[in-house]
């Protein structure tokens, strides 16, 4: 019976303590009051400036280290201007030499392009003699049948085709008559050199965009600077109609204003702070 008494007040002890924890969990925890009132200053995220003299001092001085040398820096000193001179002359010759060198190349390059010029230059002769950049307005005439203003779309090209026609022939004329006087007059080293910058234009023409004529003398290492005309292209390109109406004929534009920022003694850029 002892025994039954001690295993009864163990277990009665065991539950006490595996109900303790429980217990301190479940119980409620105090909540602030409502009515308590925090105390301390309140600061705006967005506080008035307030200019004085230090500010404009600070400005002043930003402005001031803004202005560029009236004189460069290389031109300070004897040495230095030597040696720039020097080294201008330098690479000037080196480029020169360089393309002399590659000068059966070029004239190689531009006998391969001449068919092309040719045939590029035809083509466009026959499209200005012809009125065939007004080709497409004429038809959208005709297809919004508008009588009246494809007669006088029509009456236009023909005024403009028959005084492009004369201007030819006349040109054609002069043009034979003196590669007549050339040839039998002029010596031998005009006719070479006629037919090299004859040659010479017709490759210039035939040469692809993507393919310039000449190679490049020096390699640069950085990378193209960009232009605002780029960027505009690439705005244009985009197909926004707010930007097509800024960049249209009646558009205000889209300027570029140019930022300086201030340079520092050390020749970093240095940031001009207000005291708030």
């Known amino acids: ?3 039954t008494e001690d295993m009864h007040d163990g277990i009665t002890a065991d539950l006490q303590d595996e109900t303790s924890p429980l217990t301190s969990i479940t119980e409620p925890k105090q909540t602030p009051d409502e009515n308590d009132v925090l105390e301390g200053t309140v600061v705006l995220v967005d506080q008035p400036h307030r200019s004085g003299a230090d500010d404009l001092l600070a400005e002043l001085a930003a402005r001031r280290q803004e202005r560029s040398p009236l004189v460069p820096v290389w031109l300070r000193s004897r040495a230095d201007a030597l040696q720039v001179l020097k080294w ?3 690479h000037t010759g080196y480029v020169f030499t360089y393309h002399l060198l590659r000068t059966p190349k ?9 068919p092309a010029g040719a045939w590029r230059a035809l083509a466009g002769l026959v499209r200005w ?3 065939l950049e007004g080709h497409p307005v004429r038809r959208a005439a005709v297809a919004k ?9 029509s009456k236009q090209r023909d005024s403009r085709v028959k005084a492009r026609l004369w201007t030819l022939l006349t040109s054609a004329i002069a043009l034979l008559l003196a ?5 039998l007059v002029a010596p031998a080293w005009v006719h070479w050199a006629t037919v090299g910058i004859l040659i010479a234009v017709l ?3 035939g040469s692809p965009a993507d393919k310039p004529l000449l190679d490049r003398a020096v390699v640069p290492t950085r990378v193209r600077k960009l232009t605002s005309d780029q960027v505009l292209d690439a705005l244009g390109s985009l197909g926004i109609s707010a930007i097509n109406q800024a960049l249209g004929k009646k558009g205000r534009g889209i300027t570029f204003p140019a930022r300086s920022c201030a340079m520092g003694r050390a020749g970093g850029p240095r940031s001009i702070s207000r005291s708030a």
Do not use: H, N
Not at 106 to 114: D, G, S
Not at 145 to 153: C, N
């Open 179 to 183: 590669s007549t006087v050339v040839t």
């Open 1 to 3: 019976m002892a025994v």
């Open 145 to 153: 049948e508008q009588a009246a203003e494809y007669l006088a779309l």
């Open 203 to 205: 490759g210039a023409i």
């Open 129 to 131: 003699l012809f009125d």
């Open 106 to 114: 070029y004239a190689a390059k531009l006998l391969a392009r001449t």
């Open 88 to 90: 201008q002359a330098e």
